[in-house]
Structures are given as C-alpha cells and as structure tokens.
C-alpha cells in the first residue's frame, strides 16, 4: 500500500496559529461528539465505520499539484455529510485524520487541529448547508439528489481548500510576499478539479445506495415525509 | 505476522518483541505527541536542536529493533511537501543571497529546512509509533487516553471495514474478470468507478452483519476487557516513556532560550 501524504505536514504553519486552530477544533468535536451521540444508533454505527474506512481508503488517492508542490486528495466530506449526518460525519473525518496522523505520520500531529478545522468542520459544515438546501429546492427524484451530491461535494472541496489558504495567510512560516495569491489561486484551480472527481464520486455512491437502502442515506431521513405524519415538526423527526 | 493476529495488524506494524513494543500504547502515544509538540515548537534556526531529536529518534528505533532503511524508505510519504520546501526559496520574500549562482530568498531557505526538518522528525516519531503499535493496541491506548467512546468506536469499525472494503473490492474485480472484463492498467479504472456504489452497499451489508454478530454476542459499544491485553501503564512505565519527550522538550527550551 503506497501512500503519500497530503495534509498539513509538521512546520508549514507556524506554532501560534496551530495552537489556536487546535482550540478551534477541538471545541468543535466535542460539541459533534454531543449531538452524535443522538444521532449513533444500530443502524449508524456500521455505517459511520463503513464511510470513515471508505474516506480512509480514498483519501490515499493522490493528486500532485505540481506548480506549488504542494498535492490535493478527495476529502469524502460531502458523502459523510450525506449518509450519516453532519455530526457523526465530522466525527468520522477526525477519527481518520487522526489516525493517518498517528500512524502514517500523514499530516504533522502538531497540525491536526488545522487539518481538521479545514477537512472536518469546513468541509462538512458547507456540504452539510448545501445539502439541506439544494435537497428543499431541488426535486425529489434521483437527478435532484445526484446533483445535490457533486454540488455539495464540489464546493466543499474548494472551500476547504481555501482554509488551508486563509491558514497560511495567518502563521505560514514562509512569507510569500505576492506570492501568496498565486498559492490561493493554484489551490483553487486544482481543487476544483479535485472536486469534479469527488463529485461525481460521491454522487454515483450516493445514488446508488438511496436506490436499494434509502433508509441508509441520514440526509433523507430527516427530510422524508411520512405518511402517517403526526409531528410535522421539521427538525427531529426521527 | 502472526496467524490469527494477522487481521489486526497493519502494513507499518512490525511484528518484533522489544522494550518498545512491550510498553502499554497509552504511554507511547502520548510520548509520541509531547515529542513532536517539542520539536514543532523549536525555533527553526536552532540547527543544533534539530540534530539532537534526529538523535533520539535513532536511539528509539535501535531500541524498537526498526532499522534505518525501512525509516527512511517509508518517509517518502511526506515528498509532496518536500516538494513544497524546495520551492519555497525561490518563491519567498523579502532579502536574497546568492547562492552558486542561485538567487534565493534567505527566508524561504529557512521555511524549507523548517518544513523539511519538522516533517521528516514528526513522520519519524510516528513511524516508530506505527512500527511498535498494532492497530488494535492503538485503540485500546486511545480508550485509555479518555477519547471519547463514540471516536474510538467509528475508529474500530474503520480499522475493522478497511479489510472488508478491500476483500470486497477483490471480489468484485475477480467477478467481472470471469464474465470476461479484461481489464489492464488504467481502463481497470472505469469498471471501477462504474462499480463504486455497488461496492459500497456490499461492503456495508456486510460490515452490518459483522456488527450484528457482534451485538449478539454481547458488544456494547466498548470493546471487553479480555480483548485489551495488556494491563495499564505503571508509573514505572511512564516514567520510562517520558525520557524522550522530556529530553526533547529541554532541548526545545534551551533553544527557545538561546534564540
């Protein structure tokens, strides 16, 4: 198993900021350990196992970016989102940024709280937001949800992306000068094409699970309808 | 590799008996992490500072029994940012000097010895961590640290699907060469992507049966005392383990102090 690493790596940040992006983390899962801990139930559980191996596998997809050396990888933030919730979603992506860190010193340890405010909090929290509103507008047949996956996966990437950016704005420990809108618009660029992949990636996944196992996709289970609707409450049906 | 073991291990686990492996996962872990905070945290002109961690690292692979080549073999994970590194004195800002010939920003020579430097000591320490650690004592050492429940618990069921992934990924290709796909180098790809929704639902239904049979038989979210092995850290173990992060960080102290 080949793999190359392409998070944050130690010493491309600077202390100070890491510090602070780990704060930032940090809060974040332990809010999302609180509300997923509603949401685990036997039916999530093998699933939240299943989408975290599944990033863990894709994520050693690679993408050099060759202009800044610097290389791009599916994140799988917009499938997580999708098919176990914002919530454990975010748990999932940190446990395999965690562990990748750990083990396969993938992404600098000093640098998680980066790693996972860019993969785990920005990068669901938008899927997540395009989800719940493309899912409203668009119309309920497998077109509407396939395209509301690689949207939802598209801009995700592209705005994960750009943390790293506004991270390296903040504490990169090299000072590019007028270099660093040339490093914004590389990221952008190749992550858009990154997130073409994982659109279409997760969009074929997701489609084709909501076809045999709808009731395994959490972003429907929410919005569904019942037809014996007693509470038409639009948040915690389920 | 060691017979029934073998599911739990891992590519980077190597399968020796040393000081190192014998010491509980909890202790290592956090060991691990202290020492890379410390390198992390040293400023990056302190050459010096940095010989000194390389120095331990190669003192706890001797004791670890990992040798030299596999180390530095298994580093190339980081070459993106290496990469990365190499441009940054061209790329930098501010002063310049001329190096054979070169022109060269002084400040993107230092940001890429700091990247190089810091990543290629925290993949080191993790390595090392990976090499004495398996998978499963990984967990247990997490459990231990007081990692929430439910991030060890999505962590055991991925360690655990990943070889299930990967079985039915096999399956499925070994299908569709039977029916006559003959797939080579990289138009395996589209029968792959054709195939990746099918994949995951298998996988799932699969995965799902193992963690029924798993609840049957009494799982509740915690994995039995029974499994964990080893007892925890004694204070004498933890003492053990926290010479190299305290060296490390008296190393990163007197740097900061110098500087």
């Not at chain 1, 992306?161 to 007028?178: E, S």
Request: net charge positive; charged share 10%; hydrophobic share 55%.
């Amino acid at each position: 198993m080949e793999t190359l690493a392409m998070h944050i790596s130690n010493g491309i940040i600077d202390g100070p900021v890491a510090a602070v992006f780990a704060v930032i983390a940090l809060a974040a899962m332990a809010y999302c350990v609180m509300r997923g801990r509603q949401d685990l139930d036997d039916r999530l559980a093998p699933m939240a196992g299943l989408v975290a191996a599944f990033l863990f596998a894709v994520q050693m997809l690679n993408f050099p970016i060759f202009t800044a050396g610097v290389s791009g990888h599916l994140l799988g933030g917009a499938l997580a989102a999708m098919l176990v919730g914002p919530w454990v979603g975010a748990l999932c992506v940190a446990v395999v940024l965690v562990v990748q860190a750990l083990v396969f010193g993938d992404g600098g340890v000093a640098m998680l709280g980066l790693n996972i405010t860019n993969m785990a909090v920005i990068g669901i929290a938008v899927a997540y937001l395009l989800i719940a509103l493309l899912l409203r507008v668009l119309p309920r047949s497998p077109a509407g949800l396939a395209v509301t996956a690689f949207v939802a996966a598209l801009v995700s990437v592209v705005v994960a992306a750009m943390g790293f950016v506004l991270q390296y704005q903040l504490g990169g420990t090299t000072d590019l000068g007028g270099n660093l809108a040339g490093l914004a618009g590389t990221m952008a660029v190749s992550h858009l094409f990154i997130g073409i992949g994982e659109g279409l990636i997760t969009a074929t996944t997701v489609v084709t699970v909501a076809k045999v196992r709808p009731d395994l996709v959490y972003a429907l289970r929410a919005l569904k309808p019942v037809a014996s609707a007693t509470a038409p409450t639009v948040g915690g049906v389920r | 590799m060691t017979g029934v073991g073998a599911g739990h291990a891992h590519v980077l686990y190597r399968a020796t008996n040393s000081p190192v492996h014998r010491l509980p996962p909890e202790v290592k872990i956090a060991a691990m992490v202290a020492f890379t905070i410390a390198v992390v945290a040293t400023p990056r002109e302190a050459l010096w500072a940095f010989g000194v961690y390389a120095l331990l690292v190669a003192v706890v692979a001797a004791l670890a029994r990992v040798n030299a080549r596999w180390l530095l073999l298994r580093s190339t994970i980081e070459l993106p940012f290496v990469l990365f590194a190499v441009a940054l004195p061209f790329l930098g800002a501010g002063e310049r000097v001329e190096l054979a010939g070169l022109h060269l920003s002084v400040d993107g020579l230092y940001g890429a010895w700091n990247i190089i430097a810091k990543g290629t000591l925290g993949v080191w320490a993790s390595l090392l961590l990976a090499a004495t650690t398996s998978t499963r004592d990984l967990i247990v050492g997490l459990d231990r640290l007081r990692c929430p429940q439910i991030l060890t618990q999505i962590a055991t069921f991925m360690l655990r699907y990943l070889d299930v992934l990967v079985g039915e990924t096999r399956r499925m290709r070994l299908a569709r060469i039977s029916r006559g796909d003959d797939p080579r180098f990289v138009w395996q790809l589209r029968g792959f992507a054709a195939g990746i929704g099918a994949l995951f639902l298998r996988a799932f239904e699969r995965g799902e049966r193992v963690y029924l049979a798993m609840l049957s038989r009494g799982y509740t979210g915690r994995m039995p005392t029974v499994w964990q092995g080893s007892a925890t850290a004694t204070t004498g173990q933890w003492l053990i383990a926290a010479t190299v992060p305290v060296l490390a960080g008296t190393v990163a102290a007197t740097a900061v102090a110098l500087t």
